[in-house]
């Protein structure tokens, strides 16, 4: 039986245009990002913003009424110890031979000598804590270079070692303030005890040496006992207070290690934990909403000369490291998503999506750690989208 050429031809047609409807209509694969599972070092921190303070402060008060000079020192003066004159009062008020007055000046020189004794005590605490972190300290290093000792023992000593020398120096400000206090009600007693209320003025000299930070009195007045004059402090002994919400401050320890970044400076600068404070407040957040928020007071271990710019109450952004670890299995963030309740990428494996579960411990917001399920070197479709299932046909973009 003969097919005439325009049946045959007519066949053709219509098969080429079933294959043309078939190749138009045929399921397209989906174009996606992928990423790839790496090994590599993790960080896990908990980023806030910080204020910087000084860490002792000293605020300079009148110790006896009288007629108060103008105050000339300015905020970032330069003062020394027993050198500097603060401020001069005019001793204009005779009653600094009332009985009264001078049984009350004899019991602040009392409570001003306790006050000394109870700040040489403490000086001398902290020099024995202190000769005893730098020792352990240095015999941590020594088991440290022959791997007997592991890092994070040397940098806990270490730590130890970093706090109880500012503990120390903080004692010995206090035991010149406790010093200067008790020179001060002295003189306030020698006054009254020779009824001089009208010879010569009064001087008060800086108790330590440092910056004046802020002038509190500045115009003359008629000052009584304990009018607060001006405050003075050291402003390169810094540290950071950093409020954090308190689920982060459960994994917050001291000795943590801190960078500091975006503080006006070039370098990265580096602290310590020192505490974490144990009561918690309630700040309204810019929000409106009441958070429950934990203090966490950090100390700079970079060296001063790193930092000369920074002052008292700067801000500062911190990231506080609360779990570290080298050789982690990675995947990115963006890849991971909840499967029926379990952790789950879709992995790209020949061109198609495969659904699979995985195990993920710890994690920043970059990366987060495979504890199974994946290997080194697979691809993950980065935030897939609804067109994504498993054994879908997939494209790479960057195959394009």
């Not at 306790?114 to 352990?136: G, I, M, N, P």
């Not at 409106?288 to 100390?299: H, K, L, P, S, T």
């Amino acid at each position: 039986m003969k097919v005439s050429k325009n049946k045959v031809m007519a066949g053709l047609a219509a098969a080429a245009i079933g294959l043309m409807l078939v190749w138009a209509f045929r399921p397209q694969p989906v174009v996606v990002e992928t990423g790839r599972v790496e090994t590599g070092s993790l960080e896990v921190t908990v980023n806030e913003d910080g204020r910087t303070r000084i860490r002792e402060r000293y605020v300079v008060s009148a110790p006896l009424a009288g007629k108060l000079d103008r105050i000339s020192l300015h905020p970032g003066d330069p003062v020394e110890e027993g050198k500097t004159l603060i401020a001069r009062i005019q001793p204009t008020d005779p009653q600094l031979l009332d009985p009264s007055a001078k049984a009350q000046a004899e019991a602040r020189v009392n409570g001003a000598e306790a006050a000394k004794k109870q700040a040489q005590a403490q000086v001398d605490r902290s020099e024995l804590e202190s000769r005893y972190a730098t020792t352990e300290m240095e015999r941590r290093k020594g088991l440290l270079a022959h791997k007997v000792s592991t890092q994070e023992e040397y940098d806990a000593a270490e730590q130890r070692a970093l706090t109880s020398a500012k503990d120390l120096r903080a004692a010995e400000f206090a035991l010149q303030v406790a010093e200067f206090e008790y020179e001060q009600a002295r003189a306030v007693l020698v006054r009254s005890g020779t009824g001089a209320a009208g010879e010569g003025s009064h001087e008060i000299l800086a108790p330590v040496s440092g910056r004046v930070l802020r002038v509190i009195e500045e115009s003359a007045t008629i000052a009584q006992p304990g009018l607060k004059l001006l405050e003075i402090g050291d402003p390169t002994d810094l540290e950071i207070e950093v409020d954090v919400l308190s689920r982060d401050a459960i994994a917050i320890r001291p000795g943590a290690r801190v960078i500091i970044e975006h503080w006006g400076g070039d370098a990265v600068l580096l602290g310590r934990v020192r505490i974490v404070e144990p009561s918690a407040f309630t700040k309204v957040s810019a929000l409106g909403v009441e958070e429950q928020r934990v203090n966490v007071i950090v100390d700079f271990t970079s060296p001063v000369e790193e930092r000369i710019a920074l002052g008292d109450a700067f801000r500062v952004e911190v990231r506080i490291v609360t779990w570290s670890g080298e050789a982690v299995r990675l995947v990115p963030v963006g890849a991971l998503f909840r499967h029926e309740g379990k952790w789950a990428v879709f992995a790209a494996e020949d061109g198609h999506a495969r659904l699979t579960t995985v195990g993920i411990g710890h994690a920043n917001d970059r990366v987060a750690e495979v504890l199974s399920g994946l290997e080194e070197g697979e691809s993950v479709i980065l935030y897939p989208s609804d067109k994504v299932r498993d054994g879908v046909s997939i494209v790479s973009r960057s195959g394009l």
